[in-house]
């Protein structure tokens, strides 16, 4: 796909998500960026403007990668959007299997102790 407008990504993520739902897995990255270059970056330090930051976000499933910039003003309703998003498609995640330290432990006291020999 490559890079799209904050909705456009969002609705991109939510296909993604919906076709690894069963099986496979989806990888998103937060950067910040300045969305230019170094050469441009050191042109402006000396001219003395301040930069502007903006929020470079990926995603990938490994086969197809997708991102987005967002900016200041956008991010809240941004990160309301994609919270929102998560939680719809957290259901397909596994619990944890949990090792059972109480039966350890019962088994071992249940179990008489031999005195030591010298």
């Given amino acids: 796909m490559g890079f799209l407008q ?3 990504f969002l609705n991109e993520l939510t296909s ?4 690894n739902r069963e099986k496979g897995s989806v990888w998103v990255t937060f950067k910040r960026s300045s969305m230019k270059s170094n050469v441009q970056r050191k042109k402006l330090t000396t001219v003395g403007e301040s930069t502007e930051y903006r929020c470079l976000i990926r995603a990938t499933d490994g086969k197809q990668k997708i991102s ?3 900016g ?4 809240q ?3 309301a959007s994609y919270a929102t998003l998560l939680k719809a498609h ?3 995640l ?3 299997e949990r090792k ?14 031999k005195p030591k020999t010298v």
Avoid at 72 to 75: E, G, I, P, R, V
Avoid at 104 to 111: H, L, T, Y
């Fill in 6 to 8: 904050p909705d456009p």
């Fill in 77 to 79: 309703r941004f990160q």
């Fill in 72 to 75: 200041a003003k956008d991010h």
């Fill in 100 to 113: 059972e330290k109480k039966k350890a432990a019962e088994v071992d006291k249940k179990a008489p102790k």
């Fill in 90 to 92: 957290m259901a397909a």
């Fill in 94 to 96: 596994k619990k944890r």
């Fill in 68 to 70: 987005t910039t967002v």
């Fill in 16 to 19: 993604m998500f919906e076709q």
